[in-house]
């Protein structure tokens, strides 16, 4: 059992708070991603997990065993570095093999071992090379072999493909899920690429200052996140906030910002936190670029919340994002190519919003925690 | 009968703009090289000529030369044991303040700990005494502790006086080393030592190589505090100059001869350790490698 236990771990470098009493718990062969931005202590977190940093409280477990004090070559890890850390003076085969070697195998099991490792990875033709005659992509896959060689109970992962470019990140993101299913190992990956979180982790935990955010599944992170935080941070282009206040009118509930106004349904409003918040509590509403609706003129049927100008159009291929200049705010919108070639809007042409409410979240301004699930995810979790 | 034409080693051929085409600065090439050239040639001339032709006024260029003051030095002299001391004090030195700095450098480089600038700055500044200032003092406490004319004090001397040197030149590349490269041993399983010197040493030895050499010289040319420090049982090559000074003459043949018995060991040395010496002061694994990844 290799499961990973943090409890009430705490850092600080000098007067800065690293990672400020997080408790995190990763279970036998799971996939944990600590997704945040620099300086939230994701990776010290992950360097306290793998020995190279010394909690100042707190424990950390590994197999139900406390580690927390012991030295990385006692723990039983492996671990993948930022920049690779392949030894520049030794071959391909010499870095993989290090850490059997260390461990005095016999040769010929080290060598069928590393056989073995290259075949997976598909580096059976570098073996003999050296380590400064690789691309990227291969030393990162050297990298790898020599986290996994031993089988070790937890793989750690620091950021390995932030430096690779973009067309071979995306392919490695699937390449890094696919082998931890393969080898079937506890790992904890640290990154800040969100999309890179969402596609690999079985949970996330979104973290920032040092604090645990969010520690969830991809999907309830992305549709019910527990804060402006994680709301913003997750998702591509990130979700839209505009100030607004409650307003109650003959008895329906509305949201007012600068030119505009959402109508929302009033069971979903009194299931939430929003009406014990305070009549002075101020709201945020929040809406993601997917869901918001464009519209070039005026159709039935549809309960337009404002009208703006079209600040930009950026086409992206197979989706269209619009900026919207709405009372002071911009709204971004992402809208699917057929769409945007029926809507035949352009810069600077006025246009019509629509706001779902089963689509709206609302946050309070002052503590950023979620006041108000988006009402489709709310159902969705409903049905599970 | 086929034959087997051995390939040829390509030479590396100008380019126009290379090639110098000034007659005028070959001329004041050769100007210089002889002038620098002309006062050293000057001395191992006279190191072969007799007594009576290193004294002859005007200078003579062509005459009979003689291994007079060479035998003079070694039997009058015995220049043979001030040679044996200046070897054994020289090496012994290097290895001591390299096989300490080594370890004090990487110290500076990779713990934090309080005052650590302020350390790193002093050991700099004993480098900037001149010895010059602190001779009488050295003499005094050697004096005190019986160590003056021993070989023993003059190795304690120099390694004090080089492992500034060492600390400064190495910790520089320790520092260029990344820590990420010791902490990835350790997490395959080799304990700080074993990291140390499987992965660190390794990346590192072509710079103490060239620091090493630099010791040596420095420590074999040394001569302020060889001078005052050694007596007849410890004295090294370079306050030898000195003692060919009889009353108001000087035996010019000797002192040729004096002059190259200090030079000619530190030559022999650098000329066979220069490939190392420049591979280690240009060195550069990591950047190598990082040249690898930017080719990308």
Request: glycine share 6%; with cysteine; aromatic share 10%.
């Given at each position: 059992?290799?499961?990973?236990?943090?409890?009430?771990?705490?850092?600080?470098?000098?007067?800065?708070?690293?990672?400020?009493?997080?408790?995190?718990?990763?279970?036998?062969?799971?996939?944990?991603v600590l997704l945040g931005?620099?300086?939230?202590?994701k990776t010290t977190t992950l360097r306290?997990?793998?020995?190279?940093?010394?909690?100042?409280?707190?424990?950390?477990?590994?197999?139900?065993?406390?580690?927390?004090?012991?030295?990385?070559?006692?723990?039983?890890?492996?671990?993948?570095?930022e920049?690779?850390?392949?030894?520049?003076?030794?071959?391909?085969?010499?870095?993989?093999?290090?850490?059997?070697?260390?461990?005095?195998?016999?040769?010929?099991?080290?060598?069928?071992?590393?056989?073995?490792?290259?075949?997976?990875?598909?580096?059976?033709?570098?073996?003999?090379?050296?380590?400064?005659?690789?691309?990227?992509?291969?030393?990162?896959?050297?990298?790898?072999?020599?986290?996994?060689?031993?089988?070790?109970?937890?793989?750690l992962l620091d950021e390995p493909?932030s430096?690779?470019?973009?067309?071979?990140?995306?392919?490695?993101?699937?390449?890094?899920?696919?082998?931890?299913?393969?080898?079937?190992?506890?790992?904890v990956l640290v990154t800040h690429?969100?999309?890179?979180a969402?596609?690999?982790?079985?949970?996330?935990?979104?973290m920032?200052?040092?604090?645990?955010?969010?520690?969830?599944?991809?999907?309830?992170?992305?549709?019910?996140?527990?804060?402006?935080?994680?709301?913003?941070?997750?998702?591509?282009?990130?979700?839209?906030?505009?100030?607004?206040?409650?307003?109650?009118?003959?008895?329906?509930?509305?949201?007012?910002?600068?030119?505009?106004?959402?109508?929302?349904?009033?069971?979903?409003?009194?299931?939430?936190?929003?009406?014990?918040?305070?009549?002075?509590?101020?709201?945020?509403?929040?809406?993601?670029?997917?869901?918001?609706?464009?519209?070039?003129?005026?159709?039935?049927?549809?309960?337009?919340?404002?009208?703006?100008?079209?600040?930009?159009?950026?086409?992206?291929?197979?989706?269209?994002?619009?900026?919207?200049?709405?009372?002071?705010?911009?709204?971004?919108?992402?809208?699917?190519?057929?769409?945007?070639?029926?809507?035949?809007?352009?810069?600077?042409?006025?246009?019509?919003?629509?706001?779902?409410?089963?689509?709206?979240?609302?946050?309070?301004?002052?503590?950023?925690?979620?006041?108000?699930?988006?009402?489709?995810?709310?159902?969705?979790?409903?049905?599970? | 009968?086929?034959?087997?034409?051995?390939?040829?080693?390509?030479?590396?051929?100008?380019?126009?703009?290379?090639?110098?085409?000034?007659?005028?600065?070959?001329?004041?090439?050769?100007?210089?090289?002889?002038?620098?050239?002309?006062?050293?040639?000057?001395?191992?001339?006279?190191?072969?000529?007799?007594?009576?032709?290193?004294?002859?006024?005007?200078?003579?260029?062509?005459?009979?030369?003689?291994?007079?003051?060479?035998?003079?030095?070694?039997?009058?002299?015995?220049?043979?044991?001030?040679?044996?001391?200046?070897?054994?004090?020289?090496?012994?030195?290097?290895?001591?303040?390299?096989?300490?700095?080594?370890?004090?450098?990487?110290?500076?480089?990779?713990?934090?700990?309080?005052?650590?600038?302020?350390?790193?700055?002093?050991?700099?500044?004993?480098?900037?005494?001149?010895?010059?200032?602190?001779?009488?003092?050295?003499?005094?406490?050697?004096?005190?502790?019986?160590?003056?004319?021993?070989?023993?004090?003059?190795?304690?001397?120099?390694?004090?006086?080089?492992?500034?040197?060492?600390?400064?030149?190495?910790?520089?590349?320790?520092?260029?080393?990344?820590?990420?490269?010791?902490?990835?041993?350790?997490?395959?399983?080799?304990?700080?030592?074993?990291?140390?010197?499987?992965?660190?040493?390794?990346?590192?030895?072509?710079?103490?190589?060239?620091?090493?050499?630099?010791?040596?010289?420095?420590?074999?040319?040394?001569?302020?505090?060889?001078?005052?420090?050694?007596?007849?049982?410890?004295?090294?090559?370079?306050?030898?100059?000195?003692?060919?000074?009889?009353?108001?003459?000087?035996?010019?043949?000797?002192?040729?001869?004096?002059?190259?018995?200090?030079?000619?060991?530190?030559?022999?040395?650098?000329?066979?350790?220069?490939?190392?010496?420049?591979?280690?002061?240009?060195?550069?694994?990591?950047?190598?490698?990082?040249?690898?990844?930017?080719?990308?």
């Amino acid at each position: 059992m290799a499961e990973v236990l943090i409890k009430n771990l705490y850092k600080r470098f000098g007067s800065v708070v690293a990672v400020n009493h997080i408790d995190l718990d990763v279970q036998d062969r799971e996939f944990v991603v600590l997704l945040g931005p620099s300086g939230c202590g994701k990776t010290t977190t992950l360097r306290m997990v793998a020995g190279l940093e010394v909690p100042d409280e707190g424990q950390v477990q590994i197999g139900g065993r406390d580690v927390t004090y012991l030295a990385p070559r006692d723990r039983n890890i492996g671990m993948v570095f930022e920049r690779y850390a392949l030894y520049p003076h030794l071959s391909v085969f010499e870095n993989i093999s290090y850490p059997l070697r260390v461990r005095r195998w016999p040769e010929a099991k080290v060598r069928q071992r590393v056989q073995e490792v290259a075949e997976t990875l598909r580096i059976s033709d570098l073996i003999g090379r050296k380590v400064n005659q690789l691309s990227g992509g291969q030393m990162q896959r050297v990298a790898i072999g020599r986290a996994i060689i031993r089988e070790a109970s937890v793989f750690l992962l620091d950021e390995p493909i932030s430096h690779l470019d973009a067309k071979l990140r995306s392919h490695m993101r699937g390449e890094l899920k696919r082998l931890q299913r393969e080898i079937a190992s506890t790992a904890v990956l640290v990154t800040h690429d969100q999309l890179e979180a969402m596609s690999i982790g079985d949970r996330i935990a979104v973290m920032n200052k040092g604090n645990i955010q969010q520690f969830d599944r991809p999907g309830r992170i992305f549709n019910l996140p527990a804060n402006l935080f994680v709301a913003n941070f997750v998702g591509e282009p990130s979700m839209n906030f505009l100030d607004c206040a409650l307003v109650r009118e003959n008895g329906s509930f509305r949201l007012e910002a600068p030119g505009l106004r959402a109508k929302v349904d009033e069971k979903w409003l009194k299931g939430s936190k929003v009406l014990s918040a305070g009549s002075d509590s101020r709201l945020v509403l929040g809406i993601r670029p997917e869901h918001v609706r464009l519209c070039s003129g005026r159709q039935s049927g549809h309960e337009y919340c404002g009208e703006g100008k079209v600040y930009v159009v950026e086409p992206l291929g197979s989706e269209v994002i619009y900026d919207v200049e709405i009372g002071k705010s911009i709204v971004r919108i992402k809208v699917f190519e057929e769409e945007a070639k029926r809507l035949a809007v352009n810069m600077g042409d006025s246009v019509l919003l629509e706001f779902p409410s089963e689509s709206i979240y609302l946050f309070d301004k002052e503590s950023e925690k979620t006041l108000a699930q988006a009402g489709f995810a709310l159902a969705e979790e409903a049905k599970a | 009968m086929a034959t087997t034409v051995r390939q040829k080693r390509a030479r590396p051929r100008l380019l126009e703009w290379q090639v110098q085409h000034n007659w005028w600065v070959y001329l004041i090439l050769a100007a210089l090289s002889i002038a620098s050239v002309l006062p050293f040639l000057w001395v191992v001339l006279t190191a072969f000529k007799d007594r009576l032709t290193a004294f002859s006024v005007p200078p003579t260029w062509i005459f009979k030369p003689s291994i007079e003051s060479f035998v003079t030095l070694i039997t009058f002299r015995r220049m043979h044991k001030f040679l044996l001391n200046s070897l054994i004090i020289s090496v012994s030195a290097t290895v001591l303040s390299v096989g300490i700095g080594t370890f004090a450098a990487y110290t500076l480089a990779r713990f934090r700990f309080a005052g650590r600038d302020d350390v790193a700055f002093w050991i700099l500044t004993n480098r900037m005494l001149p010895p010059v200032a602190v001779i009488i003092p050295m003499f005094m406490i050697f004096q005190t502790v019986h160590l003056l004319d021993t070989h023993i004090g003059l190795i304690i001397l120099y390694t004090g006086m080089q492992l500034p040197f060492v600390v400064w030149m190495l910790r520089g590349y320790f520092e260029d080393i990344p820590r990420a490269l010791e902490e990835a041993a350790w997490v395959d399983g080799d304990s700080w030592f074993a990291a140390f010197r499987k992965i660190t040493l390794p990346l590192v030895t072509p710079a103490i190589t060239a620091t090493a050499i630099f010791v040596m010289i420095l420590s074999w040319n040394e001569y302020a505090f060889a001078l005052f420090i050694t007596g007849p049982n410890s004295k090294t090559l370079p306050p030898t100059v000195v003692t060919f000074m009889v009353e108001r003459s000087v035996e010019w043949n000797q002192l040729g001869a004096a002059c190259i018995f200090i030079a000619l060991p530190i030559l022999i040395f650098v000329l066979f350790v220069q490939r190392y010496f420049v591979r280690g002061l240009t060195m550069g694994m990591m950047r190598q490698l990082e040249k690898g990844r930017q080719a990308e």
